[in-house]
């Protein structure tokens, strides 16, 4: 995880939402900001207000493509600890 790293454009993050929202930003949302206040290796984040209530609510956007990253990191991370496992069974005996 890194916490200094630059904001992907937001006009991918707006469609992210939208697809995920199954609708436009504009009819959740009253206002948004244009730009992340935050941006991290997992996401970013906006600040906007809820039409329904008029709410501040922050929206954390999932960076394209980080699910299969962390997907691959952990088949590997498995891989490893199944080779650890094997060689400790091998030098003492323990699973």
């Known amino acids: 995880l890194q916490d200094q790293v630059p904001a992907f454009p937001s006009n991918i993050a707006f469609e992210i939402m939208e697809t995920g929202l199954g609708k436009p930003v ?35 956007v999932q960076r394209p493509g980080v699910a299969e990253l962390i997907k691959r990191d952990i088949y590997l991370l498995r891989l490893i600890a199944k080779g650890f496992n094997e060689e400790a069974v091998k030098r003492i005996g323990v699973d």
């Open 26 to 60: 504009s009819e959740v949302f009253e206002n948004m900001t244009p730009e992340p206040l935050a941006a991290a290796s997992l996401g970013q984040v906006y600040k906007a207000t809820l039409k329904k209530d008029g709410r501040e609510v922050a929206i954390k």
